[in-house]
């Protein structure tokens, strides 16, 4: 009996040496193909590069690279530690890759003893990721950053092109000589990434509970319960994105709103023409990166052009609410565009009349005072707000007489605008050419 126990017990140890050696093996390939995979989702922008990979049984280092443009690079150690069914990596600054001036430099920026991320790669390449930041600050060219309670944890597969992603902020202060004080609480959010068609999918919600902002000689405001949500899909090669946002109360200067909500969509996008519109957009950012000189008239030409080219195959955009409560009452619209498909023989490369418009905006009795009020504070006007209404009420009855608004059963505000076949019509009327 003790004979078979030390056969099986030698067996199991040759097993788990076995599988130790493997994951050994497996870990190198991992991180080579993973750099190498970064590189192609991000393009010349960021580069990445496994400068070494010191290979042992139970345990392995692992440098790596990440330079972004002309910025100092960021040189990482990872300590691989190898399981049976997978490894432990963590990774650190390889603050001895530095010079003096540069580890300065980069530690002007990053915590560096405090930067640490733990990951788990299963033997297929599979991960998963934490890192926790209690403090960090940078206080650089008059830019001052406190960042507290910093949490992030992800998980990605073998080929990174899914994954999902969530992270939490307790709270962050950004102090500049232009913002006194700028502070975010609450600030969490969670994604789910899919890589098709060569464009980063997915759906997720960004939520933040509050906002301060105080400015010298200017009125502060306070937001409260922002959230963010957007989903965005790829069916039969066209793209679409959905965006909902919300908060709870927003307060400038003595005046306030709330409830205020903005749902869109943005459907039907042509694939290749969003790609090609998204490839100048990445090359834009890798030239800025890199300090290059870009001509900013060329660059706005090619923007111009990929995005007539998008317009060209049609999409459809619907703005399904946007609403707001004011002191005066509920301000809200609804509208639409559909462009259709252009590409077609003996039509002009934008035909007006292949676009159909329609829009909504409606104001309770007094909400077009409060919200002109309410605007007029957010851009920092020095006035009374007896005198800002005055204005607002001024200006609206211009607007009524003028055609541009019209007065409803209930004495609320309303305008109703239109364009079909090249022609636009306001609340009805003809909009003269």
């Not at 990872?78 to 650190?92: F, Q, R, S």
Request: hydrophobic share 40%.
């Amino acid at each position: 009996m003790k004979k078979i126990v030390i056969i099986v017990g030698a067996l199991l140890v040759a097993g788990l040496l076995g599988a130790t050696w493997y994951s050994s093996f497996q870990a190198e390939k991992i991180f080579a193909a993973q750099a190498e995979k970064t590189g192609e989702l991000y393009g010349p922008a960021v580069k990445v590069s496994l400068d070494d990979y010191t290979k042992g049984l139970l345990q392995s280092e692992a440098r790596t690279s990440v330079v972004l443009g002309k910025a100092v690079p960021l040189h990482l150690l990872h300590k691989v530690t190898h399981l049976p069914w997978g490894a432990k990596v963590v990774t650190t600054v390889n603050q001895e890759a530095y010079d003096e001036q540069g580890l300065a430099e980069i530690g002007a920026y990053l915590p560096l003893e405090q930067l640490q991320m733990v990951s788990h790669f299963g033997l297929t390449g599979n991960s998963d990721m934490r890192m926790n930041i209690p403090v960090m600050e940078t206080d650089r060219d008059g830019l001052r950053i406190r960042l507290q309670g910093l949490e992030m944890n992800g998980s990605l597969n073998a080929g990174m092109d899914d994954g999902d992603f969530d992270f939490k902020v307790a709270s962050m202060q950004v102090r500049t000589p232009e913002i006194q004080d700028l502070t975010f609480d609450g600030f969490h959010g969670f994604f789910n990434y899919r890589e098709q068609g060569g464009f980063p999918l997915g759906e997720g919600v960004l939520q933040l509970d509050k906002i301060l902002l105080n400015r010298e000689g200017v009125a502060g405001y306070e937001l409260n319960g922002l959230s963010y949500r957007f989903n965005s899909t790829l069916t039969d090669r066209t793209l679409n994105q959905y965006v909902d946002v919300a908060f709870a109360d927003l307060a400038v200067a003595g005046e306030a709103c709330s409830n205020g909500r903005l749902k869109f969509e943005i459907t039907g996008m042509d694939a290749d023409a969003a790609r090609a519109l998204q490839e100048v957009y990445g090359s834009m950012s890798a030239e800025a990166l890199a300090g290059s000189d870009v001509d900013p008239f060329l660059i706005q030409l090619q923007i111009m052009s990929k995005t007539v080219e998008l317009l060209q195959k049609g999409m459809h955009f619907k703005l399904e609410t946007l609403a707001l409560e004011t002191a005066g009452g509920n301000i809200h619209a609804q509208g639409f565009v559909d462009v259709e498909n252009m590409q077609q023989e003996n039509r002009p490369a934008f035909d007006v009349k292949g676009v159909r418009a329609g829009a909504t905006v409606y104001f309770d009795a007094d909400a077009f005072v409060s919200g002109y009020r309410l605007v007029s504070a957010m851009q920092g006007e020095q006035f009374s707000a007896e005198d800002l209404s005055s204005q607002a009420a001024s200006l609206a009855q211009s607007l009524v007489s003028e055609g541009i608004l019209v007065k409803t059963e209930n004495n609320g505000l309303e305008a109703e605008l239109s364009f079909a076949e090249g022609k636009a019509s306001l609340n009805g009327k003809p909009v003269s050419q």
